[in-house]
């Protein structure tokens, strides 16, 4: 599996989108990207108007995307990278996706730009939008993130798109010269039975033996490329709910970069919508890159 060949900068003007250009421009050095950056005049129907035609709105916010582009230019000047830029019209998320296809993006980089600590801080907005719409991988940027790539975690179930994401990270920290962590949570759904009784304690004993069974086989698989490659590679299984386990993991082993499937146990309707990866991404103070499929 090839790493990135081309990415996508999704900027708004924002603090946030502009350290995600810079974190995309650092990575695409080392992995020898080509990288594009574009921004979107969201023309909304109030700008059709005779009074906005009059007033030149349309103008002001093109003077506006325009200034956004030199801007990314001189970032990208300064550390040395080229880059293609685009200006597009119409609803963010939509221009952003079709920029990137057109382009022949496999990467499409975004800053998280929710102002709450909240999962909910992305719903609605373009990042959210993109994370569930876009057919190529997504990696959301924190505003606070620097670019530093030593250690990479991988949270598996052992379905589909995460043991694709598993691969993708073990291409990067190849690339990267990065130590591998492998995590998988035991999430036991709660039990309608009277609390404390030997029914209770063996159904739950049971499920947990056979997640374990399950998760440890997904991780076997993974480490097994990773000894191949050469890359060092830890693998746990803790207990808890899934996203603060992942999270409470990546703060005390210092992850630089979390690596996701698209969708886990939510299923493929739902893609992200109420998972596991939502709320990572939503709650991380780390970049996290989600990988479709």
Do not use: W
Request: charged share 25%; with cysteine.
């Amino acid at each position: 599996m090839s790493t990135y060949q081309r990415i996508l900068v999704a900027l708004d003007g924002s603090d946030e989108s502009f350290n995600a250009l810079k974190y995309a421009l650092s990575f695409a050095k080392k992995a020898k990207s080509e990288v594009y950056a574009a921004t979107v005049v969201q023309l909304k129907g109030e700008l059709s108007s005779a009074l906005s035609l009059f007033l030149g709105m349309e103008d002001l916010l093109k003077k506006g995307a325009e200034s956004i582009i030199k801007k990314a230019e001189g970032i990208a000047s300064e550390l040395g990278v080229e880059i293609s830029t685009h200006i597009r019209k119409g609803d963010p998320a939509r221009e952003i996706i079709d920029c990137a296809l057109s382009e022949g993006c496999d990467l499409i980089v975004s800053g998280k730009t929710g102002k709450t600590g909240l999962a909910k801080a992305l719903l609605g907005s373009t990042s959210y939008k993109l994370l569930t719409k876009s057919p190529v991988d997504v990696l959301i940027v924190p505003k606070k993130a620097s670019f530093k790539l030593e250690s990479i975690l991988v949270p598996t179930d052992g379905s589909g798109p995460a043991q694709r994401a598993g691969y993708k990270a073990i291409t990067l920290a190849k690339l990267f010269s990065t130590k591998l962590y492998l995590l998988s949570v035991v999430e036991i759904e709660p039990l309608f039975f009277e609390p404390e009784t030997p029914k209770l304690m063996d159904t739950l004993e049971n499920l947990i033996q056979s997640q374990r069974k399950a998760y440890t086989s997904a991780q076997e698989a993974l480490s097994k490329r990773c000894e191949l490659e050469g890359i060092p590679c830890i693998a746990n299984i803790e207990k808890g709910v899934a996203h603060e386990v992942i999270l409470d993991y990546s703060a005390k082993k210092a992850i630089n970069l979390i690596v996701m499937g698209s969708y886990g146990k939510s299923g493929v309707e739902k893609i992200l919508l109420g998972s596991v990866a939502e709320k990572v991404v939503g709650l991380s103070e780390v970049p996290v890159l989600v990988v479709k499929n």
